[in-house]
């Protein structure tokens, strides 16, 4: 197993997920976004940063990169994909991903720890963890409330696809432990497949015991152990 990290002009953490996968004994290597996906690839990450400088709006420009064909085949086949802040906004606008990330409620920037329920555990993604855990993971974005159709909603939550959301440090989902405004608390979803997921906060910064706080974040990526 070899993830490939996708790194467009811009990205800032795909150095960051190398190394936390690699922590983990997870061999990974970034891929420039122009240079395609192997072949056959094992599992793919898309990591955070400010791909093309959020023009538009964040991950709108990345989406729209012929790199995007191929992971949007390669998630069809059901290799593992995991957006990450960035890469989750580049998920939610190529499709991949149903609903939005938009400007927090804020309107600031805002980077500091959240605390996220864990809503489901029998995914890849959350194998580590027991149906609602609270971890801490930290969040580091401008644009990362989640918006959705009430519609569209409704149908995430009837086929069970919501991933995580923030709550406060006991587990409780309330309005203020919400940190950006996102719809029921969505901190991160589910494809139509459960091997594409996407999360605004950022599981490699939870990862190597020296960098972090917590390591909280060291479940989600052993999902490509
Ligand atoms: N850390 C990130 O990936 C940030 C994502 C994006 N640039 C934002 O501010 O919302």
Redesign the pocket.
């Known amino acids: 197993m070899t993830v490939s990290v996708v790194q467009f002009g811009g990205s800032?953490?795909d150095r960051d997920a190398v190394r936390a996968l690699r922590h983990l004994g997870i061999d990974a290597e970034r891929v420039w976004h122009e240079d395609g996906l192997p072949a056959e690839p094992d599992g793919i990450v898309l990591?955070?940063?400010?791909?093309y400088g959020?023009y538009l709006r964040?991950?709108a420009m990345a989406a729209r990169a012929p790199v995007m064909e191929e992971v949007r085949e390669a998630a069809e086949s059901g290799v593992p994909v995991l957006g990450?802040?960035?890469?989750?906004?580049i998920g939610s606008e190529s499709g991949l991903t149903p609903g939005a990330?938009t400007t927090?409620a804020s309107a600031r920037?805002q980077c500091e720890p959240v605390h996220l329920r864990v809503e489901r555990a029998d995914t890849p993604w959350t194998a580590a963890y027991d149906e609602g855990d609270t971890i801490e993971v930290p969040?580091?974005?401008?644009?990362?409330r989640f918006e959705i159709e009430a519609d569209a909603h409704d149908e995430l939550v009837a086929e069970n696809r919501v991933l995580f959301r923030y709550c406060d440090e006991t587990g409780a989902v309330t309005d203020a432990a919400n940190p950006n405004g996102s719809t029921d608390n969505v901190a991160g979803v589910l494809g139509e497949r459960e091997t594409v997921a996407v999360l605004?906060p950022?599981p490699e910064r939870a990862t190597l015991p020296d960098v972090a706080t917590s390591t909280d974040g060291a479940g989600m990526l052993e999902a490509f152990a």
Do not use: K, L, Y
């Open positions: 800032n953490c990591p955070g940063g400010f791909s959020d964040a991950g990450v802040c960035n890469g989750a906004q990330f927090n920037f969040i580091a974005h401008g644009e990362g605004m950022h």
